[in-house]
């Protein structure tokens, strides 16, 4: 694989609280990477190691051939990040905003100017351009920090739940931009909780959980691996799922089964994958 991300044993702490913990990670060009994992698996924290936010204690990160160690100014040239929490300035207009983005990434004006017109014109930003920040609702934001992520055009674009506290018209919106510009070229790694959408976008996921990659493959290779065949039902009050190489393998079981109750046979998903591999985090969660 043709690797633009390279991640060795990263290790990031905080105090005792190990949020990285070893993680390897190769993602490859072009590649439409879904990064999933419950709250507080370490994907934000990942994120942000290999986007120069912060510094990590141990391990290696190479971007598109820069050691960050070595070279984080020209590794940094070739990311956006669109974060969990939207960072604009709130005592700038929008546009401002997007502005001093493009300066930062020293973008020409006419090519800024283009490209603000464009992406705000697309994502419907047009009459909030000239207000400021803190007057627009948080979706509205989130639109506006999308736009200033895309800006300078980059090689490798993160995207830290983009979709979160957006409406259905914006995540649509969203994921046509992300599946155009990785079409295009552009290199995506995408966090969310929603996780029929990496089903749907992703062509590899990997799945971390407590600082550590527990799974990593193609949605398809995933749903394989527990069973691609799930047989749902209640009992006692409680959903049960079980999961089968075969369907032969699947009715068997279901002809077993003595209970009352409606029985489905369906397809596993990413989400059924997801729920088996970290659900016993979720009960500690309880
Ligand atoms: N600045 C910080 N100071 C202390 N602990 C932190 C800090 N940032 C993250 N953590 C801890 O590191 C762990 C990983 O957090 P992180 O935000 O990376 O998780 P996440 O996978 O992005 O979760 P979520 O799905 O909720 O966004 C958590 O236990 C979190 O409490
Ligand atoms: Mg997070």
């Not at 000239?130 to 509205?140: E, I, M, N, R, Y």
Request: some cysteine; proline content about 2%.
């Amino acid at each position: 694989m043709d690797s633009i991300i390279s991640i060795n044993g990263l290790v990031k702490r905080f105090g005792e609280k190990v949020a990285v913990n070893g993680l390897d990670l190769e993602i490859g060009r072009g590649e439409l990477f879904g990064f999933l994992g419950p709250n507080g698996a370490g994907k934000t924290t990942t994120i942000r190691c290999i986007s120069t936010l912060t510094n990590f204690d141990s391990g290696r990160i190479v971007v598109n051939g820069f050691d960050l160690r070595d070279d984080a100014k020209s590794a940094k040239e070739c990311m956006g990040l669109i974060q969990q929490q939207v960072s604009l300035d709130k005592d700038l207009t929008i546009r401002e905003n997007m502005i001093s983005h493009a300066m930062y990434h020293m973008i020409g004006k006419r090519d800024r100017n283009r490209r603000i017109e464009e992406l705000s014109e697309y994502f419907g930003l047009g009459e909030y351009l000239d207000k400021p920040v803190d007057s627009l609702s948080g979706g509205w934001k989130k639109r506006a920090a999308i736009v200033c992520a895309m800006l300078h055009e980059p090689d490798v674009l993160f995207l830290d739940e983009p979709t979160s506290g957006l409406d259905i018209n914006a995540r649509r919106l969203l994921w046509d931009v992300v599946t155009n510009l990785n079409k295009k070229g552009t290199t995506i790694i995408l966090t969310t909780h929603y996780i029929e959408e990496a089903e749907a976008l992703c062509d590899r996921v990997g799945i971390i959980d407590h600082g550590r990659m527990i799974a990593l493959d193609t949605p398809e290779a995933l749903c394989d691996s527990i069973g691609s065949i799930a047989v749902e039902y209640m009992e006692n009050g409680r959903t049960h799922y079980e999961y089968f190489g075969t369907r032969e393998d699947a009715n068997a079981y279901v002809s077993s089964l003595n209970i009352d109750s409606d029985i489905t046979i369906r397809r596993t998903s990413l989400e059924d994958v997801f729920v088996k591999l970290t659900g016993s985090s979720a009960e500690v969660l309880r």
